[in-house]
T-cell receptor, first 116, second 115 residues
Framework: DAGVIQSPRHEVTEMGQEVTLRCKPI?????LFWYRQTMMRGLELLIY????????DSGMPEDRFSAKMPNASFSTLKIQPSEPRDSAVYFC??????????????FGPGTRLTVL | KQEVTQIPAALSVPEGENLVLNCSFT??????LQWFRQDPGKGLTSLLL?????REQTSGRLNASLDKSSGRSTLYIAASQPGDSATYLC??????????????FGKGTKLSVIP
């Protein structure tokens, strides 16, 4: 398996623009997580899905952020409109559950977002 | 709210040295604790997972310990190698509330092993 795939790897955009980050989880995994990493706040969970259904979105910072998982092999994280403070590395991770879905997470390489 | 702290933020050691990375957490009611490795420009790789009922876990040259009562965990790396250079993150999982699982991460310790 190719592992968790994220695209794009780097994104530079201007304030106010819409940004869409994409993730393809590992086949057979039924949990998908979106994280954000910054120097100031470290790694934070934004939202996670189980069998394509959002379970906990309490980490989504504002209404400008939205995430979808239309099928088991694809998820998007959208920011509209984007702001400079959204600049961060966004990670997607997937897992097959087990005793706890976070026990078996596999992380993608991340998308580095820069909002000018 | 759970808080996880890792000190120091950066550490530099000569090759071959044994070293200890520290992690502390504020709420001892944890489900498990994980240590991750992050290489520059890459995602996280899980190294060791310690269940709340366990005291330690070992994998090769790595040994992680857990003391829930004091809110501490350590990651011991024996005979360090330049390839161990990376950022090491500690993450604590709180007991699921309302069916939700949450990992709280520390900000990591950046390790440099000098040849």
């Amino acid at each position: 398996d190719a592992g968790v795939i994220q695209s794009p790897r780097h994104e530079v955009t201007e304030m106010g623009q819409e940004v869409t980050l994409r993730c393809k989880p590992i086949s057979g995994h039924d949990y998908l997580f979106w994280y954000r990493q910054t120097m100031m706040r470290g790694l934070e969970l934004l939202i996670y899905f189980n069998n394509n259904v959002p379970i906990d979105d309490s980490g989504m910072p504002e209404d400008r952020f939205s995430a979808k998982m239309p099928n088991a092999s694809f998820s998007t994280l959208k920011i509209q409109p984007s702001e400079p403070r959204d600049s961060a590395v966004y990670f997607c991770a997937s897992s097959f559950g087990g005793d706890s879905p976070t026990d078996t997470q596999y992380f993608g390489p991340g998308t580095r977002l820069t909002v000018l | 709210k759970q808080e996880v702290t890792q000190i120091p933020a950066a550490l530099s050691v000569p090759e071959g040295e044994n070293l200890v990375l520290n992690c502390s957490f504020t709420d001892s009611a944890i489900y498990n604790l994980q240590w991750f490795r992050q290489d520059p420009g890459k995602g996280l790789t899980s190294l060791l997972l310690i269940q709340s009922s366990q005291r330690e876990q070992t994998s090769g040259r790595l040994n992680a310990s857990l003391d829930k009562s004091s809110g501490r965990s350590t990651l011991y790396i024996a005979a360090s190698q330049p390839g161990d250079s990376a950022t090491y993150l500690c993450a604590v999982e709180s007991p699921p509330g309302a069916g939700s699982y949450q990992l709280t991460f520390g900000k990591g310790t950046k390790l440099s092993v000098i040849p």
